[in-house]
């Protein structure tokens, strides 16, 4: 990935992207949890507190997935899916703020791709 200096945008852009694809079923919760996991480190080296916060939404999503592993499950059951699907419009959400803020603070300092 390419260096981000002190603009967040293309981190959160990704992170949208990712969230986009995994609830249109283009990639699978496990791929999910591994894409943020790199997207968010990446994160903390321009915006450490930003991290933080979207590293507490991945928990949760890391954790509903080792259950289901644990568990050898086939399927989740209504309680598991309600988290994920709590957890990731919650990280869209606060993601889709931080995005925006970093818009009015950035402007068109660096290019999105």
């Not at 080296?45 to 954790?63: D, F, H, N």
């Not at 869209?92 to 931080?98: H, N």
Request: glycine content about 2%.
């Amino acid at each position: 990935m390419a260096s981000t200096g002190s603009n967040p945008i293309r981190q959160f852009n990704r992170i949208l992207e990712r969230l986009n694809s995994y609830e249109s079923g283009d990639i699978s919760l496990r791929v999910l949890i591994a894409d943020l996991e790199v997207l968010i480190e990446t994160l903390a080296s321009v915006q450490e507190k930003m991290s933080q916060e979207l590293r507490e939404y991945w928990a949760v999503l890391e954790e509903v997935y080792s259950v289901c592993v644990d568990n050898q499950a086939q399927e989740m059951d209504k309680t598991l899916e309600s988290q994920i699907h709590n957890a990731v419009t919650t990280m869209r959400r606060r993601v889709q703020e931080l995005f925006e803020k970093a818009l009015l603070e950035h402007g068109d300092d660096e290019p999105l791709d």
